[in-house]
Structures are given as C-alpha cells and as structure tokens.
C-alpha cells in the first residue's frame, strides 16, 4: 500500500546564506571543541591524515546530498532519497538512523552546554537549552537561521583567537612519527571521530522544503559550508599539536582550553569555554530542526503518528514534531549522561550517508548524477569507517538498526492487515 504523503508543505524562507549558516552552526559546533582529544588518541601524530579522510568522505556525501536534495526539494534528507531511488525499505532505515543516531547527538550537545556552564547542575542547564531551543525552532525557521548566524560568527571569532595565540608560541612541541604510534585502523577510526563534526551538511538538505530554488541554494550552499568548515578545522587541529603536540592533545580534557593556556593567552581560557557553549548549543538548534523534519517527512508517510505531520498554519512549522523531539531529547538529558553514545551516534550517521550514496548512485545524467566515482568513494568510505569504530558503538548501532527493522516489518503487517477486508 503506498503511503499518503499529501499534507501542508512548508513555506520557502531561506537562501544561500541562510543555509550555509545553518549548515555552520551544525558542524563548526561542539566536535571542534572535544573531538581532538579522542582523534589524537586514536590516530597520534597522523591525527590531521584522519582529518583528510574525513574531509574526504564528507565531500562525497555533500555532493551526493546536493544532488538528490535538488532532485527531492522536499522536508526528510535521506529518508526521502532512499524512498524514492532504493524502496521504501531503505528509506525508513534512514530516517530510523537519523532520528535515533541525531536524537542521541541532541542530547549529548545539551549536556556539553550543561558542563561547561555549570557543571553542578549540568542535567538542569541541559534540558532548559533544550526547552528553550525549542522553542526558537518553533518561532519560525527565520528566527532559527538569524540565531544560527549569530552563533557562527561567535564561535569563529574564538578559534580565530586560538589559532592567533597559538602561532604566538616560539617554541612547539615538535611533531615527530615516534613519540606517538599510528596504524591504519586508528586512523580510520579517529576519521569516524571527526567525521562527526562535520556531518551537519545535512542539515541544509532535511530543509529543502524551506529553501528559496532549491535546485540552485542546495548545491552551493553544502560545498560552501564544508570548505569552510574543513578550513577552520584544519587550522584549529594544527594548532593544537604545534602546542600540546600529539600526546599532550591527547590527554588533554579541553583541548581549546589547554591550547591557550600554553600558549601563555590564559585570559581567553573564559571566552574559549563560553565559545565551546555557543558551539553546542548551535550545533544542537540545527539538529532538532534536522531531527524534527525527519520525523515529519516520516509522520506524512504512515511510519510515526500521523500527529507529527502537521505544519503550523500561521509560523509554517512543523510545531508539534518539534516539540515531540525537543520533549523526548530533554527527557534522555535528564536521565543520562549519553556523551558516551557519540561513537553510536556516528555509525548510525555513517549508515545514513552510506544510503545517501548509494541513492546518489542511481540518479541519472539528467537528473544530476554526480560522477560516479563521488558516490563509489563515499559508500565505500562511510562502510570502512562506520565499522572501524569501538566495537561497542559497533553493536549499539547494530541493534538500534535491528530494533528499526522489526518496526519497519511490525508496520507493514498491520497495514496488510486492514487493507484486508
């Protein structure tokens, strides 16, 4: 039985950089500020050829995206293109991803605000960013865009001011293949690691409802947003090991902040903490309108209560999907400390883009295919990385996947069910 997606569309408000911010705001956010330490960890000295494959494996994905997101101007991302160009299937695994992978993402960025603006009450401060970003969604995506542009240019003033301090330093800590061990699979995993930070992109496609000409804004607001995004990650990493070198990256528990404090810049240590804060909160604005969209394109097709899929007559909003995640993403920050399923997080998003890959794969010249080696790369690059990951976040993410498929099954029994007479 093909599903109902009739249903109030969503008003078209944003241009180019308005996207771009949005897709700023969603990678330049908290994974600049916590994701090197983990990365050096893992890959040592070879930490930015991990920062490459990343890059490498996130352009793939932008391009594949752009491309299907001006085929498919519509609210849902991947669960869309993997509808309409692999099944219904595949489409439902990737929007089950997303929702589950991002949600947990959601939560993680709340309780990053809550640590860093007051530890003691980490949980409280968390759920109230939730509430109150929320709300801003709810506002209207205008409102969302202008508090994304705000944001942006916060956070990249502060890791302007780290690089700057950073190049002050005479005397680094030399970089040296000894001191600090590679192999392969730490680099690939330490890839997954920052891959996370850059996997906001998306976030300009799960909008392409609200986008002003789609078929133009999509394309170069993602490559505009990643090169700009790779650049400043780029320079921050470089940064951080001409300072703390590898070994000191790696075990440092705020790696911005321990880069300006060497540095001798100790007085930007408050304006790096206040910028790790604006950074997750960013990051975690983009996702629930990410999230919420997912969760409606979802709704209009019969996979989530039909409850979800209205769009507010006067704010064109999808209101009550994202208040449903805004609710749920505060109750998991109440309850958990989830910064530890980042890594589940990851290999849900690395299945996403897997799909979003292969879906890109079957479009034809006249529809935009991209050359075909892009989306060769990047599914062969999401699968390597996904599974080169702990092996905890490995299974976690296996059995979410799992729990997704028994859903997807349950559902179409009970459609054949009451198509029965």
Known sequence: MEPDRQGPTLRRQLGVLDAVTIGLASMIGAGIFVALAPAARAAGHAMLISLVVAALIAYCNATSSARLAARYPTSGGTYVYGRERLGPFFGYLAGWGFIVGKT?????????????????????????????????????????????????????????????????????????????????????????????????????????????????????????????????????????????????????????????????????AVAVQIGAILAAGG???????????????????????????????????????????????????????????????????????????????????AEGRPPRLIPLVGLLGCTVVAFALPLASVLAGLVALGLGVVAYGAHGRITRLRATP
């Open 104 to 268: 947990a993402s959601c939560a993680a960025m709340a309780l990053t605000v809550g640590c860093y603006a007051w530890p003691a009450h980490g949980h409280a401060i968390a759920v109230a960013t939730v509430l109150g970003l929320t709300a801003v969604n709810v506002a209207g995506v205008q409102r969302s865009a202008w508090l994304s542009r705000v944001i942006v240019a916060a956070v990249l003033a502060v890791l302007a001011a780290v690089v700057v301090a950073a190049l002050g330093v005479k005397e680094a800590v030399p970089v040296t293949f000894s001191d600090s061990p590679a192999s392969v699979p730490g680099v690939l995993q330490a890839a997954g690691l920052l891959f996370f930070a850059f996997a906001g992109y998306a976030r300009i496609a799960t909008l392409g409802e609200e986008v002003r000409d789609p078929a133009r804004t999509i394309p170069r607001a993602v490559p505009i947003a990643l090169g700009i995004t790779l650049a400043v990650y780029a320079l921050v990493a470089s940064a951080a090991l001409k300072v703390l070198g590898p070994q000191g990256l790696a075990s440092a528990p705020a790696p911005l902040v321990q880069v300006v404090t060497v540095a001798g810049a100790g007085r930007l």
């Open 283 to 365: 990051s975690l604005l983009a996702l629930i309108l990410g999230v919420s969209r997912t969760t409606l394109a979802m709704a209009r097709d019969g996979y989530l209560p039909g409850y979800l899929s209205v769009v507010h007559p006067r704010l064109g909003v999808p209101h009550r999907a994202e208040i449903t995640v805004g609710v749920v993403i505060a109750v998991l920050a109440a309850t958990a400390d989830v910064r530890g399923a980042i890594g589940f997080s990851s290999f849900a998003v690395l299945v996403y883009y897997a799909l979003a890959n292969a879906a890109a794969w079957t479009l034809t010249p």
